[in-house]
């Protein structure tokens, strides 16, 4: 085995990824070496290289979707051998303290996700010794953030599973119950997408999927058209046509999965019935100019929500291992690790209308 491998680097703020020859990290007792097979790519990425989330430890491998083949194992480490094939859960915490141990380690003074960032002096430490992701030939990760991946759920598709499992977490968080309406704002993005497949395998019974193009909601309205309404904001920009499909009433839920364009979701929040649920993951930035006594006369809930929980996995490999949830034709772009910069550039800017996008060494 040679000891360096080809990875995609971010050296500066603004700059492009570096496509450079390191070495293979070294495996501790508890880590576990991963031959990198596909790794996602996503608007999180660009955020990242851009100054739009904090990072302060560079030169850094970027890549938070990693999936592939365990290649060495630690001396510690009983539960994977070589040859398993695993999603590498990107999550970094403690693993001790009460969080944790409830299954929210987001909340962890050390959380951190490995391939992207830090969010804590806490954290730096963790972050330093495993902050480096999946846009590499290899990748070590924590055996305890090695996950089993089904053998009928290929590589590709393993490494855009999260964000099916960020959004059921949200779909959670807001409670849906069987024969609700729901808003997925921003939903031709993949996010958006496995917002909407999310929620009708959930129990919805009417989907109102909002993005701006027209042309890319069809692709949205194709994955059920009895249960999935599209609206453009382009064409409606206050989202009137809410109305028409809930009776006046309003919808139950807002899933918004928006990474831009803050006024879009200012409206989706208006267009709740009175007692509405509304959960907010899309990472879109800036203040929501909404009346005190909205909130108040309406009694409608708003709540984030940011990663999918260790304790979700099984069940959403098994979702899609039983195809309860289709993501065959999720991943529509694949580059080489060599034009990982070109991977981004086509997400940001929708070159070819991707929806997928996976980088492979």
């Known amino acids: 085995m040679k000891n360096s491998m080809i990875a995609a680097r971010l050296h ?7 496509i450079e020859e390191i070495p293979i990290p070294a495996l501790g007792p508890d880590d576990v070496l991963i031959k990198i097979e596909a790794c996602g790519t996503q608007d999180g990425d660009h955020q990242l ?4 989330l904090p990072l302060s430890i560079m030169p850094i491998t970027i890549g938070h979707e990693p999936t592939g083949i365990v290649f060495q194992v630690g001396e510690n480490v009983k539960k994977l051998k070589e040859g398993d094939r695993v999603y590498a859960d990107p999550t970094l915490s403690c693993n001790n303290c009460p969080q944790c141990q409830d299954g929210n380690e ?4 050390s959380f951190g996700v490995m391939g992207m960032t830090c969010f804590t002096t806490e954290g730096r430490e963790l972050f330093s010794r495993y902050g480096n992701g999946g846009f590499a030939q290899y990748m070590k990760v924590p055996a305890t953030n090695a996950r089993m991946l089904p053998d009928e759920i290929p590589f590709d598709q393993a490494a855009k599973i999260a964000f099916l499992g960020v959004a059921l977490k949200a779909i959670e968080r807001a409670r849906l119950r069987p ?10 993005g993949a996010l958006g997408m496995c917002a909407v497949m999310g929620a009708r395998a959930l129990g919805a019974s009417s989907i109102i999927a909002v993005a701006r193009s ?7 309205k194709d994955l059920h058209p009895e249960t999935i309404n599209v609206l453009s904001v382009s064409e409606d920009p206050s989202m009137e046509t809410v109305k028409d499909l809930t009776r006046g009433n309003g919808a139950d839920v807002l899933i918004d999965c928006l990474p831009r364009g803050i006024e879009t ?5 208006m267009r709740l019935r009175k007692g509405g649920r509304a959960v907010l993951l899309g990472g879109v930035s800036g203040p929501i100019d909404v009346d005190y006594r909205y909130f108040m006369l309406s009694e409608v809930e708003i709540t984030g929500s940011v990663g999918m929980g260790r304790c979700n996995f099984p ?7 039983k195809g309860v949830i289709d993501l065959s034709g999720f991943v529509t772009h694949r580059f080489p690790l060599k034009d990982a910069n070109e991977a981004i550039e086509t997400v940001i800017e929708k070159t070819g209308d991707p929806l997928g996008v996976i980088i492979t060494p």
């Open 12 to 18: 500066e703020i603004g700059g492009p990824l570096r």
């Open 49 to 52: 290289i851009n100054g739009m």
């Open 106 to 109: 987001v909340y962890c003074e």
């Open 179 to 188: 024969g609700e309406t729901v808003i997925v704002n921003g939903a031709s």
């Open 214 to 220: 027209a042309d890319r909601l069809k692709r949205v």
């Open 265 to 269: 979701t200012r409206q989706a929040i």
């Open 315 to 321: 069940r959403i490999f098994e979702m899609v291992r």
